[in-house]
């Protein structure tokens, strides 16, 4: 652990680069502070066939130790997936950016588990409380003390 | 060994008042068994009365001794090593009846779940150690000699990744009960595993924590709510169910007096869920009850504004010389000795009131009746105490010229705090009175009120008086005090022996 954890940064971004996940790439990963990760969601579902989601990490220097932010942001041709665990805003109900974070998860890891997440919905629509959270939530998701919606939804 | 003296007992029991310690009656045991005879033997002052409740205040040495006694109880049981019964401890929320109950029924699974690994019986040691060929996951680091670190399931990283992933799950998530291991894994670190890796600042935070987790997890334990008081107060004869019938209120060693059921400020006689109902229905009201609790008033003969300085109901117009209560600006001489009827809201009048407005308007008054004695009290507890502590600076200026010494003032300091106990108890019966169906039961809960009210005015109308006057009245004050003393016993053991009896009955639901 010296000099903060760039090693381990530069080596998740060689991972990525190198060995990607199906479905998952990098989209813009020029320094260790923001990262953009495009992820498609690979059986036929039909609420995401054909569509790409753009996901944002932030990192503080603290990381692994510390969880990083992590949300869906829009872009030109891309949305926010629909999901009745995804908020409007992009913010995203999930234990392991959380509570459940552990310093051997990874921007892979992560990734990985948020287009199973995708993959296992089948209801085209955003949590019941999206308007009222969106209008109050904080800017980062972080700052959020999610009650983990329940997993076999 | 005769029954005779526990018959005796019955009779002149922790009721009676006589405070002649009829306990220590027990002329057959005497000698009977080569000791003294004596052991057993407590005077009746050492006796609780019926609103009192054992308990026992603790240092926060007192707590770490009492963990330890928990952690050694538990694998002296279990047969298990004191690490591992402290990491079944800290599952379990340190409840002990909890972890023996499931454990005795699925020893592995409780074990498991906890994860604990028993394989290793020996003690574990949490060696910092480098090993060869290493790559520490979290920071990608594989320096040659790079210290290492891993609990009982082996999951290893470099000492560092570690030291910050252990401190920043105690300093800044404030963490002690639940830190697991740094993989994806449940194994808890241990009391040791957490001295070995972090600093020791970070260590003594996590054992500060840890005390804290073990007092606010033990329904037994509460913290003194009062600011930087380190102590903690045990009672181990009240639980939430008790609520109901006892009203337990501790004192502090740092001399804080409060509610250990609710950690309120004292509010004998008053239970817990009618506190909390009161606290509630007051900030509703608030701004309705507001103008009855305002310091200043007309005096209703003259209109000139009239401030009360004194915590005592009884008035006395500056400029017209016009005598009346406080509390319903009524005439104080057509009071007549009666003048504390005042304090007992006359229901039956109140029914037949003239104009028949709604219902809500009667509800409302009757609220702001309990509600401007109960702010009265509030208010002149304080203005009591500022009268004391007027005087006791007179009094030390005085000493000198007097020749009073410290001493001999000190009965002022004794009749200030029982000014100050019996008004925050008067202040809770109207907030009991309030919920109280009506029936024979109040009516004797309203004289006692009535008796403490006469007692508290009449002590408080001497407190007012002028320095030199004081001196001369000093028995008086004595006496006054004393009796003050006994009423609000009196009161309070009532109501103790009522709710114990459950005696009461409330107009709301409790639960
Ligand atoms: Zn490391
Ligand atoms: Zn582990
Ligand atoms: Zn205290
Ligand atoms: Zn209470
Ligand atoms: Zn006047
Ligand atoms: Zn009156």
Known sequence: MIGGFTKRLGRELNDLKSNPAVGISVFQADDFRIWLIDIKVMDDNPIYVGKKFRLQFRFAPTYPIEAPEVQFVASYGIEIPMHPHIYSNGHICLDVLGSGWSPVQTVASVSMSIQSMLAGNDRNERPPDDARYVAHAPISPKNTRFVYHDDSV | ?511
Not at chain 2, 73 to 79: F, T
Request: hydrophobic share 30%; with cysteine.
């Open chain 2, 1 to 511: 060994m005769s029954d005779a003296s526990d018959d005796y007992d019955d009779d002149y029991g922790p009721g009676s008042d006589d405070g002649f310690g009829y306990e220590s009656y027990e002329g057959s045991d005497y000698g009977d068994d080569g000791n003294d005879g004596f052991d057993d033997v407590k005077p009746e002052s050492m006796k609780l009365k019926p609103y009192e409740v054992a308990y026992e205040v603790l240092s926060v040495g007192d707590i770490q001794r009492q963990q330890d006694k928990l952690i050694e109880q538990v694998a002296s049981i279990l047969g298990l090593s004191n690490q591992n019964a402290m990491s079944l401890l800290l599952f379990f929320k340190w409840n002990n009846d909890r972890l023996l109950e499931q454990y005795t029924e699925d020893p592995e699974g409780v074990l498991k779940k906890a994860g604990i690994s028993i394989d290793d019986n020996e003690e574990f040691l949490y060696e910092l150690k480098p090993v060869p060929g290493f790559f520490c996951d979290i920071c990608c680091e594989d320096r040659k000699g790079l210290l290492t670190f891993a609990l009982e399931c082996g999951h290893r990283y470099c000492a560092d990744c570690y030291r910050q992933y252990t401190t920043q799950k105690i300093v800044d998530e404030g963490e002690s009960r639940n830190l697991t291991c740094a993989a994806d894994c449940p194994v808890v670190m241990n009391d040791k595993s957490i001295q070995k890796i972090v600093e020791p600042a970070v260590y003594e935070r996590y054992k500060t924590l840890l005390h804290r987790t073990f007092v606010l997890d033990n329904e037994h334990l509460i913290w003194c709510p009062a600011p930087n008081c380190e102590y903690a107060v045990k009672c181990d004869d009240v639980s939430a169910k008790d609520l109901t019938s006892v009203v337990p209120t501790v004192t502090c060693k740092c001399n804080h007096k409060f509610c250990f059921g609710c950690g309120l400020p004292d509010h004998q006689p008053s239970i817990c869920a009618l506190v909390s109902k009161w606290i509630k229905k007051c900030e509703d009201d608030s701004e309705t009850a507001n103008w009855i609790s305002a310091h200043t008033k007309e005096c209703p003969k003259c209109r000139a504004t009239i401030e009360k300085n004194g915590g005592c109901n009884h008035m006395t117009c500056r400029k017209c010389k016009y005598e009346f209560c406080w509390i319903c600006i009524g005439n104080w001489s057509e009071h007549g000795t009666s003048w504390y009827n005042c304090s007992r809201y006359d229901e039956k009048s109140g029914v037949d009131a003239r104009d028949s407005q709604a219902k809500s308007r009667a509800s409302l008054e009757r609220y702001l009746h309990y509600y401007n004695r109960y702010a009265n009290h509030e208010q002149s507890a304080k203005l009591d105490k500022d009268i004391f502590v007027r005087t006791e600076k007179k009094m030390t200026q005085l000493q000198s010229t007097s020749g009073m010494s410290w001493i001999e003032v000190q009965y002022l300091a004794q009749a200030s705090a029982a000014l100050q106990e019996c008004r925050q108890t008067l202040k809770w019966t109207y907030a009991f009175a309030f919920y109280l169906e009506r029936n024979n039961d109040t009516h004797i809960f309203e004289d006692n009120q009535q008796d403490l009210e006469l007692a508290v005015e009449n002590l408080s109308s001497l407190f007012g008086k002028p320095i030199q006057e004081l001196a001369e009245i000093k028995v008086q004050v004595m006496d006054r005090t004393a009796y003050c003393n006994r009423r609000r016993e009196n009161l309070l053991s009532d109501t103790a022996k009522g709710l114990a009896e459950g005696r009461w009955k409330y107009q709301v639901q409790i639960k």
